[in-house]
């Protein structure tokens, strides 16, 4: 079973591509028999779900402080 980190990536793989399918291909918004369809909602949404995942890959990365001390 794949860990969560695994999925994470996966999930933000999978995002980015449909983004660049999408950007390649733009397409209105529209209407049609009372149901709305916004490509541009649905980009965005994709963008925060790339975003959320770059916020839980942060998360799980180690990271240092680099800091100098010195005496007054």
Known sequence: MASDLEMILTIKSQT????ATLTATPKPTYTIDGQSVSWAEY??????????????????????????????
């Open 43 to 72: 980009l965005d949404r994709l963008k925060r779900t790339v975003t959320w995942c770059n916020e839980q890959l942060a998360a799980e990365s180690p990271f240092e402080f680099q800091s100098r001390g010195s005496t007054g």
């Open 16 to 19: 980015l591509a449909v983004i």
